[in-house]
């Protein structure tokens, strides 16, 4: 089994609808974040939790929200959706160390129509 | 304020030759630095990171990288390709302190292709 997980892995919804991306996560780390990926663009940091009472924007959180249920799970909702929320999404964790590594889940590709 | 640059979205190589893929950062403070790989159709994987000490790093399936700062680069290395390193490449910079703390900021990607 996957150390982070996300749910739903594919999903096609429509313009003006809520979704909401799930993750949780085995590894016991307190900090988890949101990123998006597009073509050409990298990764992009949405919002990110350092524990389960901190929640701060990344660079690109316009259009989105987070809620941080408890240390192993963090969702990622758009509240209204448009076509350029279209992209994959990851989700990811680190624990507190300076330099620890980030592991990241498989992505959850969301389409936007 | 952090930021990384790759420089070439694409880059192909003949199976047997040298991979050389370049990832140039900015930070206001002392880096991090991460090179993460992508397969298709997968998530991103740690290569390989550079945190303190020795600037010369060493990661799996043979790649490396060279933390050099003077030049504020953190190049990524392996003496041959294979066919199976064909996948996008991310270099990363996580500042150790400053308003970006524990953030990574990732650079725009390099796609690897590999000929036999």
């Known amino acids: 089994d996957a150390d982070v997980t996300q749910t739903p892995r594919n999903r096609i919804t429509k313009t003006g609808k809520r979704i909401m991306l799930e993750c949780s996560q085995t590894?016991?780390?307190?900090?988890m974040y949101w990123y998006r990926q597009d073509p050409g663009l990298g990764l992009r940091l949405i919002y990110y939790?350092?524990?389960?009472?901190?929640?701060n924007k990344g660079e690109i959180s316009d259009g989105y929200s987070v809620s941080r249920q408890a240390q192993a799970k963090f969702s990622l909702s758009l509240e209204s959706a448009i076509p350029n929320q279209t992209a994959l999404y990851f989700c990811?964790?680190?624990?507190?160390?300076?330099?620890?590594?980030?592991?990241f889940g498989e992505g959850s590709w969301l389409t936007v129509v | 304020a952090q930021s990384v640059t790759q420089l070439g979205s694409h880059v192909s190589v003949s199976e047997g030759a040298l991979v050389l893929l370049r990832c140039n950062y900015s930070?206001?403070?002392?880096?991090?630095l991460f090179w993460y790989v992508q397969y298709p159709n997968q998530g991103l994987q740690l290569l390989l990171k550079?945190?303190?000490?020795?600037?010369l790093v060493k990661g799996i399936n043979g790649f490396e990288a060279e933390f050099k700062k003077s030049e504020t680069s953190f190049h990524l290395t392996k003496p041959s390709a294979h066919m199976s390193d064909a996948a996008e490449y991310f270099c990363?910079?996580?500042?150790?302190?400053?308003?970006?703390?524990?953030?990574?900021?990732f650079g725009q990607g390099t796609i690897l292709t590999v000929h036999p």
């Open positions: 990811a964790t680190s624990d507190s160390g300076k330099g620890n590594t980030i592991y």
């Open positions: 590894k016991g780390h307190d900090r």
């Open positions: 939790s350092f524990d389960v009472k901190d929640i």
């Open positions: 930070s206001s403070v002392p880096p991090y």
């Open positions: 550079y945190t303190t000490g020795a600037t």
């Open positions: 990363a910079v996580r500042s150790a302190g400053g308003t970006s703390y524990g953030k990574l900021t």
